[in-house]
């Protein structure tokens, strides 16, 4: 247990209060910009894979396409001849 270096009496009580009120509301509004920051962070991160994988999608979409296109391409050659 931690020992107080002071006593608290009627006339420091609200003195002593208001300390560590302040450090605990000063806490509490930094944990919540950490977690702000993570969620930001995690939402960033998510996006860019979201990103990514659509990109990669339409790659591969349009690399199909185009082999299809040969595809009837060749077909087209080989029946009018």
Do not use: P, W
């Not at 208001?18 to 950490?34: E, N, P, R, S, T």
């Not at 960033?44 to 979409?61: E, G, Q, W």
């Amino acid at each position: 247990m931690v020992a107080l270096d002071f006593k608290i009496t009627e006339k420091n009580a609200a003195e002593v209060y208001g300390k560590y009120h302040y450090l605990f509301v000063k806490k509490a509004i930094l944990a919540d910009q950490i977690l702000d920051d993570k969620k930001f962070k995690k939402s960033t991160t998510r996006s860019d894979y979201y990103y990514k994988a659509r990109t990669v999608f339409m790659a591969i979409l349009g690399i199909a396409a185009i082999l299809i296109l040969f595809s009837i391409r060749k077909i087209i050659k080989e029946r009018k001849e």
